[in-house]
């Protein structure tokens, strides 16, 4: 059936005006670039803990990334560098709600990888020996017992993996809500408000220069999503990171066909706290080309051959964006985080089709469903498809916590708890040794363990 034009009836973060907030404070004991949900949980954390901190988001919270994803909150097939993190990050999702008194959107619906084979299925199998060592409910399931979990489907699957355990929360809700918790914590949450750079005194940070003023601080977080690479050169510091865009759409309240996510070679699709369903196309990873990817093709080479597959490969205006783009500016002007206030790729039109095509033939009763909104988010990938969470050894004070590359929204929260630790000294019981920035530099083999 005929699309209708893009409708917002939730409203998204970056559909907003934008609000810009000019108080800037004179001093502050941490202050955190960036106001996605590792921003945001970082700073509801430090701020529980009494610490001084003010958090400075160029755009709106959750305008980027942490407002665009699919919103699935799972535990099942990540890294298992990763796993302790988001095993803490279940947790505090568990309770988030009524710990700060708002909806996230958080319920346990159940995570299903789709076999299309006996062959595919067993090829879990791995996963789930990973699942009884972290004890986690990771089981394999067959083609009968996931048609009680999942009605209407015409997919002729061979069964699944399923974590009953896994849900979803709502991203237009979640970084926002942890922003406001953050504030009544304590924290200064100011938005539109670009950090252009940091000053540093005998190779320590002393002070973050914003758009709005400068803040005196001897500790720095930056938590930008896609920006850091291109902040972290600013400063001196090479962060191996790419860009992948990623097209969603939703749809209008429909039948109640199952609960949780699915994930087939198709679709990427899950029920919505509004009665819709978010989906996305499994099969279509587009990497825009830019000197980035020249840059650190070397690095990528092992991720790339794991997505050769999926990966689309684009020359086109980012190249020349980037391009265009100093390696280094200067403090006192508008710099490139004020040129581009919210980074808001167009969704593709094809792929937008090749949703609409997949839905309609896997679940016929959502032939009828209209798609009322269409959207694009860029995801951010380190070169093993794993977070880097550290500080940075050439400028004491500096500490990055970026690349959660497609994974990030549901361990934002237990990064957050993670990050503060870091910050202040204090064990969080996270061990972060194996997200090191230094392992892409050392000689430590690159290896990825999941996709993005
Ligand atoms: C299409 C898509 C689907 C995804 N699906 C899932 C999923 O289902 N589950 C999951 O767990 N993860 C998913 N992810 C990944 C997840 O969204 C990210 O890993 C996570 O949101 C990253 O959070 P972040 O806080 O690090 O970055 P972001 O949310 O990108 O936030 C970074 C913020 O920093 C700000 N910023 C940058 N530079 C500056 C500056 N100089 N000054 C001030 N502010 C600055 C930006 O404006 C931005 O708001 C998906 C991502 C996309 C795009």
């Known amino acids: 059936m005929a699309e209708p034009a893009s409708q917002n009836t939730v409203s998204n973060t970056w559909t907003q005006p934008l609000k810009r907030s000019d108080n800037v404070p004179a001093t502050a004991d941490v202050v955190i670039i960036g106001g996605g949900i590792v921003g945001v949980s970082t700073a509801w954390f430090l701020a529980k803990q009494g610490v001084d901190v003010v958090l400075c988001e160029k755009g709106h919270i959750a305008g980027e990334q942490s407002g665009r994803n699919w919103g699935w909150v799972r535990v099942q097939g990540r890294d298992t560098r990763e796993i302790p993190m988001m095993l803490e990050s279940m947790r505090i999702w568990e309770g988030l709600a009524d710990e700060i008194g708002e909806d996230v959107g958080f319920t346990r619906g159940g995570c299903f990888f789709t076999a299309n084979s006996d062959k595919q299925l067993q090829s879990f199998e791995d996963w789930v020996d990973t ?133 087939d070679h198709r679709l990427g699709i899950r029920r919505r706290e509004d009665g819709g369903y978010t989906v996305a196309h499994t099969a279509v990873l587009e990497h825009p080309i830019t000197p980035a990817s020249f840059r650190y093709f070397c690095k990528f080479i092992p991720a790339l051959l794991q997505e050769l597959k999926i990966v689309k490969l684009s020359i086109g205006g980012e190249f020349v964006e980037e391009w265009k783009t100093p390696k280094v500016w200067a403090l006192d002007k508008p710099t490139p985080f004020e040129k581009m206030r919210v980074l808001n790729p167009s969704p593709t039109p094809s792929v937008v089709k090749g949703i609409r095509r997949n839905l309609d033939s896997m679940f016929p009763q959502l032939a009828n469903t209209p798609i009322v909104e269409r959207w694009a988010g860029m995801i951010e990938s380190s070169p093993d498809v794993v977070p880097v969470i550290d500080a940075v050894e050439q400028i004491r004070g500096f500490h990055v916590a970026t690349g959660f590359s497609g994974h990030g929204f549901g361990m934002g929260p237990g990064a957050g708890k993670a990050i503060a630790g870091m910050l202040t000294g204090n064990d969080s019981g996270i061990d972060l040794t194996d997200l090191r920035l230094s392992r892409f530099f050392d000689g430590s083999p690159i290896r990825p363990q999941t996709s993005i």
């Open 131 to 263: 699942a009884r060592d972290y004890d986690i409910s990771t089981r394999l399931i067959n083609a009968a017992e996931l048609g009680k979990f999942v009605q209407g489907s015409t997919a002729n699957w061979a069964g699944a993996m399923l974590t009953e355990s896994d849900g979803r929360a709502e991203p237009h809700k979640a970084a926002p809500a942890i922003a406001r918790a953050a504030e009544r914590s304590g924290a200064k949450v100011l938005t539109g408000c670009a950090v252009r750079g940091i000053e540093t005194a005998a190779g320590s940070v002393s002070a973050v220069v914003t758009e709005h003023g400068t803040i005196q601080t001897s500790t720095v977080l930056c938590a930008a999503g896609a920006w850091t690479s291109m902040f972290c050169r600013s400063v001196g510091i090479d962060v191996p990171q790419l860009r992948v865009r990623g097209t969603v759409v939703r749809t209008a309240p429909a039948e109640r066909l199952f609960d949780g996510n699915i994930f």
